[in-house]
């Protein structure tokens, strides 16, 4: 008996040896120093865009201070993307979160060609990026697994929108983001 507790403790030793644990960093994971907060998660963290090539299409997505992945939204589900980019804040200097649709900045491009443009909206406590195109009037959001479906959102559009005075052209509505301005297309 005492033989086979020997063997057992030798197993293992070795076994505990031969598969040390495993840790998985990010030591080239881009600086957010320089990035656009386009959120701020459940928890109080800060959430920063990202861009991801995922299926043939360049997504938009969300990552954090210490994270070094990017999660993106797609077919139902919350992707996490080990290589990303996050393009720097001075490209959205002439930006602002607008709940009129109709001047979006395009900042990626769907599987069919589609350009992708950048939403943001609240879920559970918190503010989460996420995207919406052209005639879509929804925001999909990447949260705990899952891509959801947001109905009220606001869109990352071009120029500033004046607090005081809305004027609103019957001649001129649309249902969901048109045209728009080419910040990040291809990563």
Not at 80 to 88: M, R, S, Y
Not at 122 to 128: M, P
Request: hydrophobic share 30%; net charge positive.
């Amino acid at each position: 008996m005492r033989m086979l507790s020997i063997l057992f403790l030798a197993l293992g030793i070795q076994v505990g040896w031969a598969n040390p644990p495993h840790v998985h960093g990010h030591p080239d994971s881009p600086s957010l120093e320089q990035a656009i907060r386009v959120g701020t998660d459940t928890d109080g963290k800060a959430l920063y865009l990202c861009i991801a090539n995922l299926f043939n299409s360049v997504q938009p997505g969300k990552t954090w201070v210490g994270y070094g992945r990017c999660n993106i939204a797609y077919g139902g589900k919350e992707y996490i993307v080990n290589d990303f980019k996050v393009p720097p804040r001075n490209l959205f200097n002439n930006t602002s979160w607008q709940k009129d649709t109709r001047s979006p900045v395009r900042i990626g491009r769907d599987t069919n060609g589609k350009p992708l443009f950048l939403c943001q909206a609240l879920y559970r406590g918190s503010k989460q990026p996420g995207k919406t195109w052209p005639g879509y009037n929804r925001c999909n959001i990447s949260y705990a697994g899952q891509e959801v479906v947001l109905n009220i959102f606001q869109v990352l559009g071009n120029g500033r929108v004046n607090q005081h005075a809305h004027a609103h052209n019957p001649n001129n509505h649309s249902h969901g983001p048109t045209s728009s301005q080419v910040i990040v297309t291809e990563y």
